[in-house]
T-cell receptor
Framework: GAGVSQTPSNKVTEKGKYVELRCDPI?????LYWYRQSLGQGPEFLIY????????DSGLPNDRFFAVRPEGSVSTLKIQRTERGDSAVYLC?????????????FGPGTRLTVL | AQSVTQLGSHVSVSEGALVLLRCNYS??????LFWYVQYPNQGLQLLLK??????LVKGINGFEAEFKKSETSFHLTKPSAHMSDAAEYFC???????????FGTGTRLTIIP
């Protein structure tokens, strides 16, 4: 596909469970970003990868959140011991490279609901 | 630190009327400024951006925005609203050397037939 894809589109889980959210960036994009959008709010930055390494994880809210990008392409956001407050739309974006003003292209998001 | 304030969480305009969505930012270094649009069940799409140079920037779908450093503003305008413009609009800022986008809380634009 031409754009950023995210799976699943919707995820419903129970409090305390573990979830994984997947992001497939645009082919050839070296930079990848995760954001979280709560109801009625703008997206909030979580973490940014340049290649395989997390270059900035300052937005991760606590140690229950973790993200990986082992081969520099697909990324997985992992949430342990989910809480109701984790319910939100999780957005992934990718850009051709970091720095400068390369556009961040966003995926459609994964809507996470924690019951 | 950087932040964005969007005045008006909901704006309604008549079809054919001027669209004005307000955005003010704060940034300790020269900013890059962006407007994104989000249609229902779709991802964010870049409308336009300001980096350096000309302060009036034109984007897709007839939108434009002007960077005013003295007012720390980056308001979005369109001369004549179309029904298809109904969506949520987000202003965002990124500082030089910082990769993360900081978004405002968004403005939902409704077009009245």
């Amino acid at each position: 596909g031409a754009g950023v894809s995210q799976t699943p589109s919707n995820k419903v889980t129970e409090k305390g469970k573990y979830v994984e959210l997947r992001c497939d960036p645009i082919s050839g994009h070296t930079a990848l970003y995760w954001y979280r959008q709560s109801l009625g709010q703008g997206p909030e930055f979580l973490i940014y990868f340049q290649g395989t390494g997390a270059a900035d994880d300052s937005g991760l809210p606590n140690d229950r959140f973790f993200a990986v990008r082992p081969e520099g392409s697909v990324s997985t956001l992992k949430i342990q011991r989910t809480e109701r407050g984790d319910s939100a739309v999780y957005l992934c974006a990718s850009s051709l490279n970091a720095g400068g003003v390369a556009e961040q292209f966003f995926g459609p998001g994964t809507r996470l609901t924690v019951l | 630190a950087q932040s964005v304030t969007q005045l008006g969480s909901h704006v309604s305009v008549s079809e054919g009327a001027l669209v004005l969505l307000r955005c003010n930012y704060s940034s300790s270094v020269p900013p890059y400024l962006f407007w994104y649009v989000q249609y229902p069940n779709q991802g964010l799409q870049l409308l336009l951006k300001y980096t350096t140079g000309a302060t009036l920037v034109k984007g897709i779908n007839g939108f434009e925005a002007e960077f005013k450093k003295s007012e720390t503003s980056f308001h979005l305008t369109k001369p004549s609203a179309h029904m298809s413009d109904a969506a949520e609009y987000f202003c965002a800022v990124r500082s030089f050397g910082n990769e993360k986008l900081t978004f405002g809380t968004g403005t939902r634009l409704t077009i009245i037939p």
